[in-house]
């Protein structure tokens, strides 16, 4: 069975192998604080910034998910409230959540703003040079939710203070792991809110972290796997290359050699590790089975867009005939009375 669904999504096919050492090398059930533990979060550390470069100033800690990230923004990096420009299900999710815990009184108070870079839910992303405007024109902090993106493409990490993501989407992990990426000036602000309330308050984090630790049990499993991928990754412009091109060619494919239509209209505002495919309920759901049984999972639709989207996952775990595949079944498959 080979998935195209956007998260959980395909894990490198080397996880198995990494798994099995895991166990077998007893990486799994060293002590959190001994030293050969602290040296496997050193070394994910170390290479998430080679791999990924970010910023050297900038300090990355480990949480269990992005929704943890939103909270850990909202109790610890927010001092009155936060906005969020939101464009689709999974900003809204945020939104709702931060608001949660620190409710918006006046907009024209708020500290954070937060915006996530590409939304898996209906496949649009923020690019960097919209990015740059809200950095322009906002003094706060930024942060950006890039679950279903880093490790997919190449960003500008000084375009905001705190940058997150699970590991089950673009980053081809199982999950249960989120990395969270924050700068000086996030650092700041958290010690001047000086949030110490919850088990996951950033300072806490923050100060286990310089010792490769973390305030509670951490992954151990998801974090020596996610250095093993990292070490196989190329430099991420040269993933970066490789995911927009594909990008590239299958928004090219569904437009001309399908019936297919793509849910975004503005190439501009196209994802490029998400294709939203837009169709009538009944097509949706039937090529979602035919495609089941040539051994393929397509992505549902989320959100608004359940019954009548698939989604395509356009991550860098998954192969170039794994793509071939998706695309023959495509080009012969068309649904009873037509897609539209
Ligand atoms: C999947 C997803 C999340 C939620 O991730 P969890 O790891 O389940 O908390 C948040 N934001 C975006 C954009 C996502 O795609």
Same mark, same amino acid.
């Given at each position: 069975?080979?998935?195209?669904?956007?998260?959980?999504?395909?894990?490198?096919?080397?996880?198995?192998?990494?798994?099995?050492?895991?166990?077998?090398?007893?990486?799994?059930?060293?002590?959190?604080?001994?030293?050969?533990?602290?040296?496997?979060?050193?070394?994910?550390?170390?290479?998430?910034?080679?791999?990924?470069?970010?910023?050297?100033?900038?300090?990355?800690?480990?949480?269990?998910?992005?929704?943890?990230?939103?909270?850990?923004?909202?109790?610890?990096?927010?001092?009155?409230?936060?906005?969020?420009?939101?464009?689709?299900?999974?900003?809204?999710?945020?939104?709702?959540? #931060?608001?949660?815990? /620190?409710?918006?009184? $006046? %907009?024209?108070?708020?500290? !954070? &703003?937060?915006?996530?870079? @590409?939304?898996?839910?209906?496949?649009?992303?923020?690019?960097?040079?919209?990015?740059?405007?809200?950095?322009?024109?906002?003094?706060?902090?930024?942060?950006?939710?890039?679950?279903?993106?880093?490790?997919?493409?190449?960003?500008?990490?000084?375009?905001?203070?705190?940058?997150? #993501?699970?590991?089950? /989407?673009?980053?081809? $992990? %199982?999950?249960?792991?989120? !990395? &969270?990426?924050?700068?000086? @000036?996030?650092?700041?602000?958290?010690?001047?809110?000086?949030?110490?309330?919850?088990?996951?308050?950033?300072?806490?984090?923050?100060?286990?972290?310089?010792?490769?630790?973390?305030?509670?049990?951490?992954?151990?499993?998801?974090?020596?796997?996610?250095?093993?991928?990292?070490?196989?990754?190329?430099?991420?412009?040269?993933?970066?290359?490789?995911?927009?091109?594909?990008?590239?060619?299958?928004?090219?494919?569904?437009?001309?050699?399908?019936?297919?239509?793509?849910?975004?209209?503005?190439?501009?505002?196209?994802?490029?590790?998400?294709?939203?495919?837009?169709?009538?309920?009944?097509?949706?759901?039937?090529?979602?089975?035919?495609?089941?049984?040539?051994?393929?999972?397509?992505?549902?639709?989320?959100?608004?867009?359940?019954?009548?989207?698939?989604?395509?996952?356009?991550?860098?775990?998954?192969?170039?005939?794994?793509?071939?595949?998706?695309?023959?079944?495509?080009?012969?498959?068309?649904?009873?009375?037509?897609?539209?």
């Amino acid at each position: 069975m080979i998935t195209f669904y956007p998260g959980p999504s395909k894990v490198y096919p080397q996880v198995a192998g990494y798994a099995q050492e895991a166990i077998q090398s007893g990486i799994v059930s060293l002590n959190h604080r001994s030293p050969g533990f602290m040296a496997v979060v050193e070394e994910t550390i170390r290479l998430l910034h080679e791999k990924l470069v970010i910023p050297a100033d900038y300090h990355i800690a480990f949480a269990s998910s992005a929704t943890e990230c939103w909270e850990i923004i909202a109790q610890s990096l927010t001092v009155t409230s936060s906005l969020h420009p939101y464009g689709g299900a999974f900003g809204k999710k945020w939104m709702e959540y #931060a608001h949660r815990i /620190k409710p918006m009184i $006046l %907009p024209g108070e708020a500290d !954070v &703003l937060c915006v996530v870079q @590409n939304e898996t839910s209906n496949g649009t992303q923020v690019r960097m040079d919209t990015l740059t405007q809200f950095r322009r024109d906002f003094t706060g902090l930024i942060a950006v939710d890039a679950v279903s993106s880093l490790g997919g493409l190449a960003f500008d990490w000084s375009l905001a203070d705190v940058w997150f #993501a699970s590991v089950q /989407k673009c980053l081809g $992990l %199982p999950a249960g792991l989120a !990395v &969270l990426i924050y700068s000086p @000036n996030a650092l700041e602000q958290a010690e001047i809110i000086n949030d110490r309330q919850f088990y996951n308050s950033l300072l806490f984090i923050h100060e286990n972290m310089e010792k490769y630790q973390t305030p509670f049990t951490p992954n151990g499993l998801g974090i020596y796997l996610l250095m093993n991928v990292l070490q196989q990754l190329p430099p991420i412009a040269e993933v970066d290359a490789v995911i927009c091109r594909r990008a590239a060619d299958w928004y090219r494919f569904i437009e001309q050699e399908t019936d297919w239509r793509l849910l975004i209209e503005n190439p501009e505002q196209r994802s490029d590790t998400v294709i939203a495919v837009r169709g009538n309920e009944d097509a949706i759901r039937a090529v979602k089975t035919a495609a089941q049984k040539n051994g393929i999972t397509l992505g549902n639709g989320y959100g608004d867009w359940k019954s009548n989207t698939f989604r395509i996952a356009n991550f860098p775990a998954i192969e170039d005939w794994e793509i071939e595949k998706l695309k023959s079944f495509l080009q012969t498959y068309s649904p009873p009375g037509g897609p539209v």
